[in-house]
């Protein structure tokens, strides 16, 4: 396959895959409609496994077109280009991974989906900063908190993406054993009145009880339970029993 042409290609392969039906459902899924969080995105009607086998695919693909395809007016082209970024990421030196961070954050404009963040936060932005103070922490002996300055800067964003990407770059830090961060960004974007904030704080404070320490979660909850809206105390608390979590919920009101 020409060099030139994969591209092309990639895009002949997403429009086989297409389908109307699936398009449809998914429009209203991701709330596409006017005035609606995903309001002119276009989705052609791929599941999330076949962009995954595309993108594992041309996950070499170069990078000049991984721009062109993140994008692209079309939503799956979107998330196979954040895929790619995600497998050349893993496999990149620190350098390298400097520089895909950047791009990516210079284009959080096109990540402007929840599931396009969800799939890509973590991975490059979470997983750079964790590897990051690990690293700094190993050289100075000592914990470095430089990791949170670019978390705060997004969590403070007008963006609704950018804020998302701050909450769910967290889980990296989770999956290694760290709640500090996601404590701190929760903190920050406790009263945010978007929906899609609030699960996304609930959903990374639950695994911080999950992954890391339960106490960690009740003691944010203790101290902010009547200030958190909801739907972040409903899914922070989703797995603990009928009874804590009907006592947390009683004294939300």
């Known amino acids: 396959m020409k060099q030139q042409n994969l591209l092309q290609q990639l895009r002949r392969e997403v429009a086989k895959l297409a389908s109307k039906e699936k398009a449809a459902f998914v429009s209203g899924f991701f709330k596409t409609g006017k005035g609606q ?5 276009v989705f052609v009607g791929l599941t999330v496994p076949q962009s995954r086998d595309i993108a594992k695919k041309y996950k070499d693909f170069p990078f000049k077109d991984v721009e062109t395809l993140l ?48 799939l890509s936060a973590d991975k490059i ?6 590897s990051s103070r690990k690293e700094r922490s190993l050289a100075k002996g000592g914990r470095s908190d430089n990791s949170l300055d670019l978390l705060k800067t997004l969590a403070k964003s007008p963006s609704l993406w950018e804020r998302r990407i701050a909450m769910i770059s967290t889980y990296a830090f989770i999956k290694n054993g760290k709640s500090d961060e996601a404590i701190t960004i929760a903190t ?53 029993s009928e009874e804590e979590r009907k006592k947390y919920l009683l004294r939300k009101k």
């Open 37 to 41: 969080y995903g309001e002119g995105d």
């Open 188 to 240: 920050l974007l406790l009263h945010d009145k978007n929906d899609l904030i609030q699960k996304a704080v609930g959903w990374m404070l639950r695994e911080v009880g999950k992954r890391v320490s339960r106490e960690d979660l009740k003691n944010f909850l203790t101290k902010h339970k009547h200030e958190m809206g909801r739907t972040a105390l409903r899914y922070a608390i989703e797995h603990f």
């Open 71 to 118: 994008q692209s007016e079309i939503h799956e082209e979107r998330l196979i280009a954040l895929l790619i970024l995600v497998a050349q990421f893993q496999k990149a030196d620190p350098k390298e991974q400097n520089a895909l961070v950047d791009f990516y954050l210079a284009h959080t404009k096109y990540i402007n989906n929840w599931d396009l963040v969800d």
């Open 125 to 130: 932005v979470g997983e750079y900063l964790y």
